[in-house]
């Protein structure tokens, strides 16, 4: 499987801010990547830049084995791009719309009508194209922009906050959407919304401070955090004797505990690094002679992965920045 997008060193610097710094990813055919970040982490800006509207200060991009900064002619014809705020003509109906931007794509004239109606049916707005754009839902009018994006039937999709200002019951259907189209399409999506990449996306870029951090699937990512997730542990038990009984097991770093009122007490243990203390806790409960009514490992969520690279490399910026006023 060949690469889509091929992004080497990409820097970007607005008047001595440096918005990207030596960012390199590849985003092979047929994946739905997920581009997550905070707010000004530097999405927008690669999207603008691998869609060609603005240039690199450093670095090489290519979309489909053309160069964006030499051929960018060429590579938008194998992008469909739907920025974050849509810039929808609202005094124009859907059709009248879709026809517009299908002659400003060069969409060949016999094909068309042929091509606005498949975009129009991939989208589920075929019901609303007499209606005049700005009478439409932020739902409806974000499938408008969708299908705008569809019309040249590009390689490629780059959607910049697909479901900013939906609401819940929209943003499932867009969700939707982005996964059938995901069969036929290499879809880029920018997103600061987590749940969002954990339920559409194959793979996970995280970018922070104009960084890329960590790039793998969702599942894979929340794997390695997990193998050090804490175990919980009900048993019926006297709180410092359990606390002690598994403070002491192999692997065990720290424990918290909590009395019910009810005999049982809570039991929350950290291990260290990998080790999976499950096996240990069951072993030493039965050893006891205790009730057990939970032994179950932490959930890691890709929220708690953000959190932990994101932290990560606050931290070392904070020690780069001290070694620099070290250095003074």
């Known amino acids: 499987m060949d690469s889509m997008i091929k992004v080497e060193g990409l820097t970007k610097r607005y008047a001595g801010v440096t918005a990207l710094h030596d960012v390199s990813f590849t985003v092979k055919r047929g994946e739905i990547v997920g581009f997550l970040g905070p707010n000004g982490a530097g999405k927008s800006t690669t999207m603008r830049i691998l869609t060609g509207f603005i240039p690199a200060s450093a670095g090489r991009v290519e979309v489909a084995g053309m160069d964006v900064f030499e051929d960018s002619l060429a590579v938008r014809r194998h992008i469909g791009y739907m920025p974050e705020n849509n810039p929808l003509y609202e005094d124009m109906r859907v059709i009248e719309y879709l026809r517009f931007r299908a002659r400003l794509k060069d969409v060949r004239r016999a094909e068309r009508k042929e091509r606005i109606d498949d975009c129009m049916e991939m989208t589920g707005i075929t019901d609303v194209r007499r209606r005049v754009i700005g009478q439409l839902s932020k739902g409806y009018r974000q499938r408008v922009g969708l299908a705008d994006a569809l019309l040249s039937d590009p390689d490629l999709l780059i959607l910049d906050e697909p479901t900013i200002g939906l609401d819940p019951v929209q943003i499932r259907q867009v969700r939707q959407l982005i996964k059938d189209l995901g069969k036929r399409h290499t879809i880029l999506i920018s ?7 954990e339920m559409t996306c194959n793979r996970v870029l995280i970018i922070h401070r104009g960084k890329i951090l960590a790039s793998d699937a969702p599942e894979n990512l929340m794997k390695t955090l997990s193998a050090g997730a804490p175990v919980v542990v009900e048993v019926r038990a006297p709180v410092d004797a359990a606390t002690v009984v598994v403070q002491a097991l192999p692997g065990v770093v720290s424990v918290t505990a909590e009395a019910g009122s009810d005999g049982f007490v809570r039991l ?8 999976d203390v499950r ?14 009514r939970e032994l179950s490992r932490g959930r890691t969520s890709l929220e708690d992965v953000f959190v932990q690279v994101t932290r990560d490399e606050d931290e070392a910026e904070e020690d780069r920045r001290d070694q620099r006023q070290r250095l003074r």
């Open 191 to 197: 997103t600061h919304i987590l749940p969002e990449v």
């Open 268 to 275: 929350v243990a950290h291990a260290s690094g990998e080790a």
């Open 279 to 292: 096996e240990a806790i069951y072993r030493a409960v039965v050893a006891e002679r205790w009730d057990l």
